[in-house]
């Protein structure tokens, strides 16, 4: 496909994101103006992280008056997984495209984006994801901003329902890819049991949500990619 033609299949297979981001980031921006942040400055911090864990641990932060120095360690650790995903997808781009369209590409990475551009078949065009990225920012900006200027004009039971929408995005990602590979099957069970362990297991449940999420991508895909080694075609070796 040409370019125009891989910008519109982005956004085509941005929307529910958008959609998504638009609910998660709604109960953000209640939570930010209970913070005492504006709808500008919430709706700018929305903009330049597009992260939801990040956001709020910052939001937790900020309302407990830490310094600049803790604010940005809890974010190189809560957010550190996007380096990793930012590589994987760098393996899926062209090796000749410009370093400008590989930063570019690495702002937009996030849970679901990635979720998205790591399962579409053949070679990544930077133009899919420049697509993916105007469907999914605005949504994640706009409903934080919405989220500030309604305040705490809706109901608790309201608010904690809509941070279910999230759970729904990832599902919505690795379900139908998981009912075609086998191989991604075990990998997200796999990961789900991991998880499991590191959140009741005495010794290990203390670490950090971000290392968590770190420990645990690297030693599913490391096992997933030793085990179950892709040809050049894409398919699994046996």
Known sequence: ??????????????IPIFLGYLAVSFAFGIQASKAGLTA????LMSAVNVTSAGQFAALTAIAAGASWLEL??????INLR???????????LDPKAPFMHRFLVAFGVTDEI?????TKKGSLSP???YGLMSA??????????????????LPQ???NSLGIAIYGMFIAVIIPEAKKDKVVLGVVVSSMLLSCGFYYLPFIKNISEGFKIIIITIVISAAAAIMFPVKEDGKNED
């Open 1 to 14: 496909m040409d370019r125009l033609s891989e910008y519109k299949s982005g956004i085509k297979d941005g």
């Open 40 to 43: 500008f400055q919430a709706g």
């Open 72 to 77: 940005a360690f809890t974010q190189l650790v």
């Open 82 to 92: 996007y380096m990793l995903m930012s590589c994987a997808l760098s393996q899926k």
């Open 114 to 118: 990635f979720g998205v551009s790591v």
């Open 127 to 129: 133009y899919f994801s």
């Open 136 to 153: 999914a920012i605005p949504g994640w900006v706009l409903g934080t901003v919405l989220g500030v200027i309604s305040g705490n004009f």
């Open 157 to 159: 039971m309201v608010i």
